[in-house]
């Protein structure tokens, strides 16, 4: 889409819903901005580990997380280490169906409690926001929030 200047902008709303009905359609840029949204609303509506259980979202896991070093979203990025860690420190795989597991099993149940990354993620949102819009300005893309608080 572009902007009455010319400028390419990117509209979070019309890349989420192209990227619900097909990922690969998006370009590496827009599917980092898919893959944000997605981690947010499953998290707020599933919980934590929504997106991580998806078969269909995790095979983007190591990308998202490329993306995210790539605007140098360190804050956020620790928070997916701390997550991989408790994962994998419980003898499961970081995949869907390792995860998947992980969340059915004893061991997981009697964590005391078991950490909820939700909050330590959502508090680093608005820095994944502006950092991906610095990102953005850089390649003349502007970018429209229309998820986030400051949208």
């Known amino acids: 889409m572009s902007g009455d200047d010319g ?75 701390a997550y991989e860690r408790e994962v994998t420190g419980l003898g499961f795989a970081m995949t869907s169906d390792g995860i998947d597991d992980m969340v059915s099993s004893d061991v997981f149940g009697d964590l005391d409690p078991p950490c909820d990354y939700t909050d330590d993620w959502s508090r680093h949102s608005d820095e994944i926001w502006e950092l991906v819009r610095g990102y953005l300005a850089k390649k003349d893309i502007i970018l429209r929030l229309h998820f986030s608080a400051n949208a």
């Open 7 to 81: 400028k390419v902008v990117f509209n979070t709303g019309e890349i989420y819903e192209r990227g619900l009905s097909d990922p690969t359609s998006l370009s590496s840029d827009e599917r980092l901005l898919y893959l944000v949204q997605e981690i947010e609303v499953y998290s707020m509506m599933e919980g934590w580990h929504g997106f991580f259980r998806s078969p269909v979202r995790m095979p983007y896991y190591n990308e998202m997380k490329t993306g995210l070093e790539m605007i140098n979203a360190n804050a956020s990025l620790a928070v997916l280490t």
